[in-house]
């Protein structure tokens, strides 16, 4: 449309004025009334694809209409017709466009990328090397921080910035081809794997939905009695289910999804913060409390009552005297948790009084239970036995899993394009291998030893008593896992050593290999990769890195409580 006067002959046929001026596109603010004038000066508004510009008209009225007839309040998009004479009132010029946008760069953050080459580069070659680390060692955890702090930094997705460090490790010569990719036949990651598949079973069947509405149904008037009852619900059933992360993908993850969705909840989206990114934190959270309250809760609570016994602290009756001793600490967390994480992250939904009465609409509007939901149902069912009773049987957690997961794709509730979809999966894959062959590297080559060694002698040095000595080595036990991808490699890494230094600093045995063995299952929250469950919720796809980090080493402090319960009943 150009800027300039039209000049508009009416025709006195009926409704040609509305018919002409719908083709111009044009749209009326105020109108003088036309009543028996031949001409009249009428204020538009003329919008164009750019720009909207308001102008006076000069509308010639055909004189052999007596009545002329109303014009429209609003008309479709057309040119004028004929231009207005030289006199006529002219339209204001248009600001000019605004300058298209500058293309973004594509590929990875200048700044964010910088700084974590930087911390690697500095650490590598500023700080001393000590004597007894060989160079090889001292630049794989200069590789390992600047990893790290590229997954915190962002400056590519998390799967092309291991891959990235991954190469420099080879590149480099630091790690072989054949030591860096070991870990991609690691068990548990690929345990991860298969639970994010199970996780896609229960959204395309529909079974994820059902079963959150039945907890909205039950539960769902606020966004608070929802994280209780999940964090109740894995309470329940943690002692006969041993692997966390095959609780986590298996089970709770696909229920928080549908959860956040029916709420309009989307992953990596603003409006995760609505509901999603809540429950995967307190839930998290409240696993990590669930798995330290049973012997069998958690795979590494047997490995650590194992090796405690290896240095002499013997545990009469483990299961009961585990349960005695983590109930009253472990229970009080567990109830705190949910409520403090309402605080510290709060959901934009808090109260959903009406959700009860949608749930129950909705179950109805769903029907009965459908052929592939019973078919999930009972491939789950299987599944959690052999987890169960895998260990007597010789099936592993993994094995396991992936027979439910055959049995899914034979059965036709899930198809190979499900599995191939489900990014979330092989991302995790990817850049969770990578942490955990850096990190069983690291421990191959002596640096976590010189860690620990360097803080045993430190506590020696300050001739601390035992409480004193038992809240550092803690601590130390504790954060030390920021260079661990998984649980039970730290246990087989430093549990050992570190309740050696408690039993050198005449802490009560009993006390330092059980406190030792809760602080593993806290620390699996930590960061995103420092559990198996943690990669499975972090994959969903809800909380940032930052809030990871962030509410990680918030909670922890929150459960240092645990530990300073457990030492007074000691004393």
């Given at each position: 449309m150009t800027d300039e006067v039209a000049s508009i002959v009416f025709s006195s046929e009926r409704g040609g004025v509305d018919r002409l001026l719908r083709r111009m596109g044009w749209r009326r603010h105020n109108t003088t009334p036309l009543h028996s004038l031949t001409t009249t000066t009428i204020t538009i508004t003329i919008t164009t694809r750019r720009t909207s510009t308001t102008a006076h008209l000069l509308i010639l009225l055909n004189p052999l209409s007596p009545s002329p007839p109303h014009l429209p309040t609003t008309m479709s998009t057309l040119s004028p017709t004929?231009?207005?004479?030289?006199?006529?009132?002219?339209?204001?010029?248009p600001p000019p466009p605004p300058p298209p946008p500058r293309p973004r760069w594509p590929g990875a953050k200048p700044i964010p990328l910088a700084v974590s080459l930087a911390i690697g580069i500095i650490f590598r070659f500023a700080v001393p090397k000590p004597s007894h680390l060989s160079n090889q060692a001292w630049q794989l955890l200069a590789i390992f921080l600047t990893t790290v702090a590229?997954?915190?930094?962002?400056?590519l997705p998390v799967g092309a910035w291991a891959f990235v460090c991954l190469t420099i490790s080879v590149l480099s010569r630091t790690l072989t081809f054949a030591a860096a990719f070991a870990a991609f036949t690691n068990e548990v990651i690929w345990l991860i794997v298969v639970s994010f598949f199970f996780s896609r079973g229960f959204v395309k069947t529909g079974l994820g939905d059902r079963i959150a509405l039945y907890f909205v149904k039950l539960l769902g008037k606020s966004t608070l009695g929802l994280a209780y009852g999940l964090a109740l619900c894995e309470l329940l059933i943690c002692p006969a289910v041993p692997s966390t992360t095959a609780r986590a993908g298996g089970i709770f993850l696909p229920?928080?999804?549908?959860?956040?969705?029916?709420?309009?909840?989307?992953?990596?989206d603003a409006s995760a913060k609505k509901l999603g990114a809540y429950l995967i934190q307190s839930q998290i959270q409240s696993a990590n409390n669930s798995s330290a309250i049973f012997l069998t809760a958690a795979a590494q609570n047997l490995l650590c009552v194992k090796l405690a016994e290896s240095l002499g602290v013997k545990i009469a009756n483990p299961w009961v005297s585990w349960l005695k001793a983590s109930s009253l600490p472990a229970f009080i967390s567990l109830l705190a948790t949910p409520f403090v994480l309402f605080k510290l992250f709060p959901p934009e939904i808090k109260e959903t009084p009406d959700a009860p009465v949608m749930a129950t609409q909705k179950l109805e509007q769903m029907g009965p239970i459908k052929r592939n939901e019973w078919a999930m149902v009972g491939t789950m069912l299987i599944?959690?036995?052999?987890?169960?009773?895998?260990?007597?049987?010789?099936?592993?957690?993994?094995?396991?899993?992936?027979?439910?997961?055959?049995?899914?794709?034979?059965l036709g509730v899930l198809d190979w394009d499900d599995c191939l979809s489900e990014k979330s999966a092989w991302d995790t894959l990817a850049w969770f291998a990578v942490l955990?062959?850096?990190?069983?590297?690291l421990t191959t080559l002596g640096v976590v030893t010189w860690i620990s060694d360097?803080?045993?002698?430190?506590?020696?040095?300050?001739?601390?008593?035992?409480p004193a000595a038992f809240g550092i080595l803690q601590a130390a036990y504790f954060f030390i896992h920021y260079l661990f991808a998984s649980q039970t490699a730290h246990v087989g890494a430093l549990y050992s050593a570190f309740l050696a230094m408690h039993l050198a600093a005449k802490v009560p045995g009993l006390l330092a290999a059980l406190a030792l063995a809760y602080n593993t299952n806290l620390f699996g929250a930590l960061t995103h990769y420092s559990s198996g469950q943690a990669a499975v919720y972090y994959g969903g796809g809800y909380v940032k890195l930052p809030d990871v980090f962030r509410l990680g080493i918030l909670m922890a402090l929150v459960n240092i409580e645990k530990n300073i319960q457990l030492e007074h009943n000691f004393r």
């Open positions: 004929s231009r207005a004479a030289p006199d006529s009132p002219s339209f204001s010029t590229g997954l915190i930094l962002g400056p229920i928080i999804k549908s959860l956040a969705f029916s709420a309009d909840s989307r992953p990596k599944t959690v036995a052999l987890w169960i009773s895998g260990q007597a049987l010789g099936i592993a957690s993994v094995v396991a899993a992936m027979l439910g997961l055959s049995t899914l794709l034979l955990v062959g850096m990190a069983g590297q360097g803080v045993a002698k430190l506590l020696k040095s300050f001739s601390l008593g035992w």
